[in-house]
């Protein structure tokens, strides 16, 4: 991934935080919608993983060549890990979300 801003372009994390006519509820609101943009774009950079169809495809591939069979173990883990992160990134994503609600964000 790159150094991407998933803040609008009139944002930044200085005024997110010094904003003192913002409620608590806000600050989280803007930090979900950067959480859900990162995590939608993290999605995309691991798709070939976390999509089945494209995983077995790309396994297969790995498997029926004996120069490349060596690495359909480590794809293996690269899914495994890459399912991992994706599922934690999403709880963290809720977390965020639902201290928004709690805090009675306004969206």
């Known amino acids: 991934m790159s150094d991407k801003n998933y803040l609008s372009d009139d944002q930044n994390w200085d005024e997110i935080f010094e904003d003192e ?3 608590l509820g806000e600050t989280f609101s ?3 919608k950067y959480w859900h943009n990162l ?3 993290m999605r995309k950079d691991m798709n070939d ?9 790309f396994l297969e591939d790995l498997k029926s060549d004996p120069d490349t069979v060596k690495y359909a173990s480590d794809l293996k883990k690269m899914r ?10 999403s709880v963290i994503g809720k ?3 639902g201290a ?4 009675n964000a306004k969206n």
Request: proline content about 0%; some cysteine; hydrophobic content about 45%.
């Open 30 to 32: 803007k930090i979900s």
């Open 39 to 41: 995590q939608k774009d």
């Open 21 to 23: 006519d913002q409620s």
């Open 95 to 97: 977390c965020i979300d």
């Open 80 to 89: 495994a890990i890459s399912k991992a992160a994706d599922k934690a990134v």
């Open 100 to 103: 928004a609600a709690l805090l």
């Open 49 to 57: 993983v976390l999509d089945d169809n494209e995983y077995h495809a």
